[in-house]
């Protein structure tokens, strides 16, 4: 299985959205270096003042998905 990268991205604190980065990676390694390099600096919108931060996960599946229980 590969690696991806499961992000959220906040305007001023407010969530605006949230997805999985395009690429996926053979190593967590890998993942996590370029998820620090992409998603690890805040934004900030000249214009608008606007600031954009982000979190992020490395993960195999999507840690956003919870399975529920079938109790049998």
């Not at 299985?1 to 605006?16: A, D, H, L, Q």
């Not at 997805?19 to 890998?30: D, L, P």
């Not at 992409?38 to 003042?49: C, L, P, Q, T």
């Amino acid at each position: 299985m590969c690696w991806r990268i499961w992000f959220e991205v906040y305007k001023n604190g407010k969530k605006i959205g949230a997805g999985v980065w395009h690429q996926h990676y053979k190593y967590k390694a890998n993942a996590e270096r370029w998820a620090k390099h992409r998603f690890g600096k805040r934004g900030i919108n000249k214009n608008s003042n606007d600031i954009y931060t982000y979190t992020w996960v490395v993960s195999q599946t999507n840690p956003r998905y919870q399975q529920k229980e079938v109790n049998t």
